[in-house]
């Protein structure tokens, strides 16, 4: 069916005959191209494999620890995080709870060494958070004195076994409530001894958005690719780093945070406790919707990118890593900047950490919804990224130098000054 009216035939039998001269022009003049392509070609290739030559490869022991990374393993990791089991990871909720031991049991097969609470006995950073009366079907809960607050439903307490109260004179007169609510932390120390003092965070958020409230048929939102896919990523990265004979210079911190969809808060919470010093930390690379090549623009395959991709010297580094994993880490035109503040990196940042965001597609079908399924991964794909993540944490914790805000970029200026802040400068 085409959709040009009659009136318009003769427009279409001029672009036909039109049409059919350029096509004779380039049938005459391909031979030439394509020849002088084919002649290019070997140049081509020539200076590709020189630039690989000349790159230096991948050390036998990194390329062994990135060798580990499997999409199986992904796929084993997301298909539990993201079941309906766990009810979609709300914050709080039995689901995000079960995650959280989830992802500390898989910290300690891997070996990397408890960094929370009771001076590093346990993975978890607990957080203390009050429960507030009902105030308009929601529970506000806070901690720190207000410092941070969540809203959460009525029913969601309950679940947890909590009694909520409605908001009356005497609310609050009776013993007070704490939900708890943890980031789960483990540390791979560094092998040198002084820049093992300094820490590389990589991180994801373990919660999503729970359950639909009403409606009909399925009503989890699963969040396989947001962030099911960053987390299992931090577990398998920090699986195949732990392998590594010889450690990274620096220490890498290995961090899932909680309440990530209600405001950043796990990551904010860090922020102002945090387990390793920040002026010692030297960067963060957070991972976001690593799963789904299908990003609503098109298809995103063997590439990757990173929020705010110019306000650090870091995008370079995942570059590099990136030629030699075969995956095309670029600067996203329209997203990288806007998108900054959307994930935990902001919190980090905020506190004038170099901090990035890492993802494949920024905005795909299900987001938010419940669709979401762990069965609609690309794990081929998404091993291949963490190839790349894997090494370029490896070249970021074993530079002396480290990271630095990009002073010349003006939108840098005030994670600048927090910087200098952090640093006394
Ligand atoms: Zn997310």
Known sequence: MNSTRPARRGFYFAATRGFLIFAVAVACLAPQGLSQQRKAQPAKRRSKAQAQKKAPAIAPDVRAA???????????????????????????SRGLD??????????????????????GESYFQTSEWVVGPVNNNFVELSVD????????????????????????????????????????????????????????????????????????GDR?????????????????????????????????????????????Q???????????????TVAMVNLEHMGRTDDSEGQKLDSATLTGF?????????????EKTGVNVYK??????????????????????PAHTLCVAFIFPDYHNVGDHWEKVDYANLAKVNRMVALSLVTIADSA??????????????YVKAWKQLHGK
């Open 66 to 92: 990135l060798d580990r990374i499997s999409a199986d393993s992904l796929r084993g990791h997301l298909s539990f995080i993201a079941s309906d089991l766990l009810e979609g990871r709300n914050t709080p």
């Open 145 to 216: 004195d207000g410092k941070q607050k969540i809203r959460a439903r009525p029913e969601q307490l309950a679940a947890l076994g909590v009694k909520v109260e409605q908001k009356t004179e005497t609310a609050g007169s009776s013993e007070k409530q704490v939900v708890k609510l943890r980031n789960v932390v483990g540390l791979l120390r560094g092998s040198d001894p002084v820049l093992k003092d300094s820490y590389v965070i990589v991180s994801a958020h373990y919660d999503h958005i729970g359950v639909r409230p009403a409606g009909e």
């Open 98 to 119: 079960i995650a959280a031991e989830y992802i500390a049991a898989q910290f300690r097969r891997a070996g990397l060494e408890p960094a929370g609470d009771a001076k």
């Open 266 to 280: 796990g990551s904010r919470y860090y922020g102002r406790h945090p387990i390793f010093p920040l002026e010692k």
């Open 220 to 264: 989890i939102n699963n969040g396989a690719n947001d962030d099911g896919s960053g987390t299992v990523s931090v577990i398998e990265l920090a699986s195949a780093l732990a392998s590594l004979k010889q450690r990274p210079k620096r220490s890498i911190v290995f961090c899932a945070w909680f309440g990530e969809e209600k405001g950043l």
């Open 310 to 322: 110019d306000f650090t010297d870091l995008g370079p580094i995942f570059k590099a890593a990136g």
């Open 332 to 353: 996203h035109e329209k997203n990288s900047d806007a998108f900054f503040g959307r994930s935990d990196n902001q919190a980090l940042a905020d506190q004038g950490v």
């Open 401 to 414: 130098e480290a990271p630095k805000w990009n002073e010349a970029n003006p939108k840098t200026e005030r």
